[in-house]
């Protein structure tokens, strides 16, 4: 899946801006995560489609705020194994393999975008074209949600990612800024997020990235 189908599908939702409310997310996970977090994430697996932006902004940004269950080096290994498969030729007693491993992965990590592109990519070898349109769906309601949070044109209104590889894709994409001669500066919040500026020229945006409650903590 390329980066321009990924673009025309979340412009095909239309723009409606409207700036996250972290904090009230944060809020409402840490106190009920059933009904916030867990119960919404059933549904964005089995009919993403279904979810209102509300909806959606809970899977994206609450997965800040409940325990990950397992540990991020080890889950990362074998996503790494997953993917170089994926991207080749392979034969379909090995997507078979491969499948049982990624849905493994996927029951720990629905929102993993790498893993999402896997599971489309690898439904798509076995042509099962509706499983292979459902995990497509699932990480463009992502990116959408993530395109939805802010303007990235005032620092009151950055962008809001909840990771490195998020920001990346928000300035790669939806900047308007080229990579080449690129200013880049950082300020650190009360909340313990981070608001990120990048500049070319006189054009300025703004992303701001809040982080995992246990990004620093020892595994």
């Not at 809020?27 to 009919?47: G, H, L, M, R, S």
């Not at 800040?64 to 994926?86: H, M, P």
């Not at 999402?116 to 497509?136: A, F, H, I, P, R």
């Not at 802010?150 to 998020?166: A, C, E, Q, R």
Request: charged share 25%.
């Amino acid at each position: 899946m390329n980066k321009l189908f990924q673009i025309i599908f979340i412009l095909s939702f239309g723009i409606c801006f409207s700036q996250i409310n972290v904090e009230e997310i944060k809020k409402n996970v840490a106190e009920n995560p059933q009904k916030y977090y867990y119960d919404v994430v059933e549904i964005f697996k089995t009919d993403p489609k279904s979810l209102n932006q509300e909806q959606l902004n809970y899977v994206y940004y609450g997965n800040n705020y409940v325990d990950y269950g397992y540990k991020r080096i080890e889950f990362n290994e074998q996503l790494n194994e997953i993917t170089k498969f994926t991207e080749r030729k392979i034969s379909p007693k090995k997507v078979s393999e491969v499948l049982e491993k990624a849905m493994s992965l996927y029951q720990k990590n629905p929102l993993n975008k790498e893993l999402l592109t896997d599971l489309s990519n690898l439904y798509k070898k076995t042509g099962n074209l509706v499983k292979s349109e459902l995990y497509s769906t699932q990480l463009q309601l992502l990116y959408r949600t993530i395109s939805n949070s802010g303007t990235g044109k005032l620092d009151n209104s950055p962008i809001v990612v909840t990771n490195f590889s998020d920001q990346w894709y928000v300035v790669e994409n939806f900047s308007g800024i080229f990579s080449r001669g690129l200013d880049f500066d950082t300020k650190a919040l009360p909340d313990g997020s981070w608001l990120n500026i990048f500049k070319n020229g006189t054009h300025l945006f703004f992303v701001k990235t809040v982080h995992h409650k246990d990004l620093y903590k020892d595994e």
